[in-house]
């Protein structure tokens, strides 16, 4: 319970999108939950490639002259100065810095004169907490690529690889090629959380046709409110990277446009199986629902026949068990004294009982 | 339920959204529950601002001549005469007064050749009363801003002090991003009124959860009554911020434009707040339901099984208390008679109870 | 019941909205409830105005000369030859004729050759037959306005005295404003309509929150009916205002659009206030579902305490109502025969009532 | 049971719409049901008219060069090289064709450049079978209609009727104006068939107000299943008359656009017939099942009722029916000697049956 | 169970669309299930055909300049050298050759610089495993058609005997042509397919109403599952073929244009019949529900009226089964005594039930 409530205590805090009731816009806030800031850079042409922690942000703007493509990779954002100074250095709109800092908002991809600005939330599956979206921040320009991370930890890891080993198209193509993988992993990350809860529904399924309990129910809306949350992250990527596809933004290749295309097959494939998991977890609460009432109609047939058999026996025990006295007239129960009067009783008996069941059987309720 | 009867009363009252049936549109007149009118004006250039309750309308005349951003604030809408000669010192139309005059419309942008005309509702949580949407109607031009409120209190006071600082955007920008800033302003003020919502729907749940009553299914309908009330309010609001950015009007610089993207996507940041709420409540009600019929079939079962129980047992205790006399004849009722007749029904009974409770216990019913 | 039986067989009788299957298009037929026809012309410049019943259709000839404009109203529409010549004489299209005399069309409008057409449904509350949608049939052109109506009594009054008495915008005007002005008014006579249903919602909910019967629900789904009603006549309305809104037709000037467009605004509120009434006869359903199954879970409940409370008592006293022989054995029965056997098996009752009402106080079920 | 399997036997028969799998498109195969063929040609002018069966097609070539207007109508679709001849002769396309011989389509418009192909599904109501939909294939072009049907019997009567009589416009204009008033006769012919369903959930709402059954919810959905198909065969005709109106096709004059324009507005509101018949019925099973839920509610409560008074006054029966010994102690059911023991003991018992009764009219359930 | 499990783990499994995550983007993979490859090729001009298996992947090349259209059908896709191979020799683009490989893709159309790319799905249905759709990528361009196939055994054979044959059309038209023909008979696969499932819908609807049972429900759940399933399937291959229609490639001829409007036709019919059986079964559903309930509700009757009717009876029984001693007070139970005392109570229980009899044939619950 007190779990639960804590859970629920937190998603509220984290709908905070953006600075306190007031504030002028584009003006920058520490979030509570930021996380100290550490920024690294790699950067790298066809031929040669360089990887190094940032210690002080004027290094960085060496870096974008010397090289064909630099990444600056800003992870955690407690520290508002590197935002700020980054900002500067690279002439990202405050009002993109707004969101930077104030995280927790839908995917999105805006176009700024400097260049473009892409909202991102990358999953990661926790088992205490369920599923979480940290959000990544992309603004890339011809030769340049900042992300803006939350927390260490990303999905990044593969791409860093490729780009070290000098494999592949990352090394030979430009910015916007780096920033296509970037959304292209982050896309790939849903697969497998959602492919995890479309597993606990398999696992759900198995086990309500097993024994439906009300556990289960609750089980299932919390599966049905994370998929409603995944759905609420995923709808927006599809449509960003549609209006990138759309855009005539020239910063994108045509040969980068086609693998774009490609990560929004991606998308729709992610929207589509959300959706199809939402879909199965509604079907099973019918499942459920339709389970749990045959039982019910089960245990109440049985209590119907066993009542309505023994109901009209007990009246006639109750019947004989009267006590007029056959004494006083001969019309008071003479049936008390007659030879084989208790047979008889008996017999009467067992004929509304067989009589019952043959009634049931026909009925088909039993 | 008196208080309901009277809050609904009110709720429909607020309904009456134009003047009397058959009144020539663009007729003002005044409503029922109309506050005292009380103009005050802030006018402002980058280096220099005044600021004083109006007295003369005449007197706005000059400082629209020599301040670049003069904002009149009329507050209160029983005296029409202001409203009429404020209508008249800024060329509004009649038909956009009388959208003034008589609130409760829903949220619009509407270009006349004079300016903008916007109408806006602001919320604002009363505790007995539930959420209030008080109407505030904008309108500018190239050098001012005019606004009416329809009560005292409203959610600017942070851009007055920003005005008076002289920090910030706002001193450097004209009319047109001040009046993105009331708007912007009253956006913010929902997300408040929607959290206190999100934070009764968690309340009721944790309620729910551990003891289900019909009270939580009327406060339930209360809460998705209000947010549907918030959703109408909002979505004109979110259509009429999108019609304002995609139109062309000139009097929005570029700048400007952007914020309003911002702003934009607050208010879809908004709609979804809302709907994941509803969702959320409709998601509770079903939690309700399922627990409501869950606890009537746990009744339901104790029922049966005690009854299933004892019917049988009242049964064999009734066929011995028939009076058959054993003196009449041998078959009648000899057990009666025998030594070990008692404990022998006894141990009938205790066997029919056993097997009962074996039988259910197998069935999974207990 | 034969009340209601009559009241859908009109109902259907109504959808007869073109003439007899097989006729050719265009064909005018008379309409079984057709009333007698009676023609009236206004006719008015800024200065002068004119007012009188027609006699011969031919004098109205003479009025579109001499008059800026000039505004012909028949109703009933009984005489095909009024309507035929009203046709010829403002070179009305036989289509559209056939649509003013085979009433119950959807809202529209049309534009053809010599002029615009509009259908507008016209709503009068009856207190006998709920609400009466009568058909108003508007033609306009250059200097004329033909309207036609099915009864007696319109909503168009307080038009014609602002005619009269030379005040507002009407006088100035051409006849596209006095065909907005008839239009604004149909729409209004709406709001009263709709309202009245939300005042016998509010009054369901206080009756159904008091005491749920089955009735609430037939007269609830009547609601719903009737609302479903009214969404249909106020669907097309909107689309149609919409239609001419957007629509470049020269015969409505700048000034007149400006007007509509306040209209138009007027039918989306019309329609959220529908839509709103709906959600709310929705929600008052589940609130009477919720609250007579909570009802009947009362009901069972008392019967399952009462019941498993007394079931095992009577087996204790059937118990010791058996007539096993205490003389023909020491093991029959000895307990009838105790000092204290009665009292005991009192108690043995009473520790079991107990017993059960401790068990289900502590399960929350009393 | 056998009659509803075979209706749906036959149902699924139809949905054949196209040759054997695997054939090549534009081939003609031969129906099943396909009946013999027959073909007339109705010709004609302003001034003159023939009509005669077909027995050489060559001799439609013919009345093609001889008339304005050639109908050749074709009834029956078991002879191919009558439907093949047809084709060459007025240049159709093979695809076309093959629909013809296919029945069973959607409705639809196609242009080809030899013409206009139209697919109508033109309704008959049969006792027995329920709606009967054949399909009606339309043809036009300059100066020919050719229709094809597959059975004898359909709606154009009253339309060679209006030819032969030269009245009206029918003789006047072109083949386009009489192909619109053979799809205006399809249109009129579904008012009647879905006004029969109305009357038929009218009865259904008379008899379930009255008793409500189970056979009546299978009528219910069988009425739905219907509309359901009418609701099929409506749609995909609303959008083919709107396409063709939109459509820029020469063959069209602007005058048959304007009846055309007439006819989509038959659409629509046969479209929104057949919907509102939908909700009425969706309403009907709503009704229904509170109408069950009451019966059953009002079941349990007389049950209930009658169970919770009888079981303690049988308690109380059961109680002095034990057989403890008074003689063996002064505890021991002293009451049962008592003056007025008995007496009292029905005293007891009718105090409780009256205190069970007001109880139960406190709580309303009485 | 564990059948079921096995498929939804399979059903699982194929989810995985695209390389393993953090993979490159056009990387391909060999799928755990891939099945050995093997190529053949038929190629012809309208004289000639050539048709043989594929031994090395060059002599395809001569193929493609000596013949009109060549057909390279890869079946298998465990050998990525010659998927590999056969991408160089046509040119295809990496990406595409990724979806090869990866099936349970979307259907879809894809423009590239070489050619066309479609992904489509094969229905074939399986007794054991349900439906089965199997991944067929189709690549044309100017003279060639590549198909990629998972397993042996397709719906094209009778299309490679039209091309034995030299009938008909396919050999006089082009590539474009061919593709078309592929993509028909993919589209009338699905047919017999859905009709199986509209057979197991009529089957179920008889055994639904003959006897509802539990088992009927998860079955219609299964059926319901599937339609969704193929749904999924379905709506990408209607929108990917609306897309090539509307699509301005010059691959395709005008004529092949006509062709395809008749299979979007085809796939429009489709998703009609899907929905269509979607409805029936969800109907299904509801008529079970309420077969559930009505025969529960026959249940309970029968267990009301016997039990009440007994109840008083059985009171009666047991009110002169006390033991009060007539001879200690005249007030004592006197009626045991009398003469008619016994016929007497034996009346009084016959009148309550008669009087209970009538009173449920009244309230007509018999």
């Given amino acids: 319970m007190a779990k ?14 953006h600075g306190p009731v007031g504030a002028p816009p584009g003006s920058l ?33 060496g870096a974008l002259e010397r090289w064909r493509v630099t990444w600056l990779d800003v ?6 100065d590197t935002v700020r100074g980054t900002g500067r250095l690279f002439d990202l709109h405050p009002l993109a810095l707004e969101d930077v800092v104030h995280p927790h908002q839908r995917a999105k991809v805006e176009d700024y004169p400097s260049g473009v600005f892409l909202v991102l939330r990358m999953p990661s599956v926790d088992d205490d907490d369920g599923l979480e979206l940290e959000q990544v921040s992309v603004f890339f320009g011809e030769s340049y690529v900042v992300t803006f991370q939350e927390h260490e930890g990303d999905c990044f890891e593969p791409i860093r690889n490729r780009l070290r080993q000098r494999r592949g198209r990352l090394r030979k193509n430009g910015a916007d090629y780096l920033a296509y993988a970037l959304l292209d992993a982050v896309i790939d990350a849903y697969f497998p959380a959602v492919e995890a809860y479309g597993e606990r529904l398999e696992d759900l399924e198995d086990r309500i046709l097993e024994d439906p309990r009300e556990k289960h129910v609750s089980e299932l809306h919390a599966v049905k409110r994370d998929l409603a949350g995944i759905r609420r992250a995923v709808w927006p990527l599809r449509e960003a990277v549609n209006l990138m596809l759309r855009d005539e933004n020239p910063l994108l290749t045509a040969d980068t446009r086609l693998y774009l295309r490609d990560a929004y097959d991606h998308t729709i494939q992610l929207v589509e199986l959300v959706e199809s998991h939402r879909e199965i977890a509604s079907g099973l609460l019918d499942v459920y629902l339709s389970s749990v009432s045959n039982r019910m109609n089960e245990v109440m047939k049985v209590l119907t026949i066993i009542a309505t058999i023994f109901i009209p026996l007990s009246f006639v025990a109750g019947l004989y068990g009267m006590n007029f006295d056959p004494q006083a007239s001969p019309y008071n129960m003479p049936e008390l004294g007659w030879r084989y009067g208790y047979p008889a009783a008996l017999g009467v008996m067992l004929s509304i009982a067989l009589g019952m069941l043959w009634f049931f059987r026909r009925k088909r309720w039993l």
Avoid at 4 to 17: D, E, I, P, V, Y
Avoid at 32 to 58: C, F, G, M, N, W
Avoid at 75 to 80: I, S
Wanted: net charge positive; aromatic share 2%.
């Fill in 4 to 17: 639960k409530k804590k859970r629920l205590r937190k998603r509220r805090r984290r709908r905070n999108t």
């Fill in 29 to 61: 806030t520490v979030q509570e939950d930021a996380q100290p800031t550490r920024a690294s850079v790699i950067a790298y042409d066809e031929s040669e490639i360089t990887e190094h922690v940032v210690e002080k942000l004027d290094d960085v703007g």
């Fill in 75 to 80: 992870v955690g954002l407690a520290d508002l």
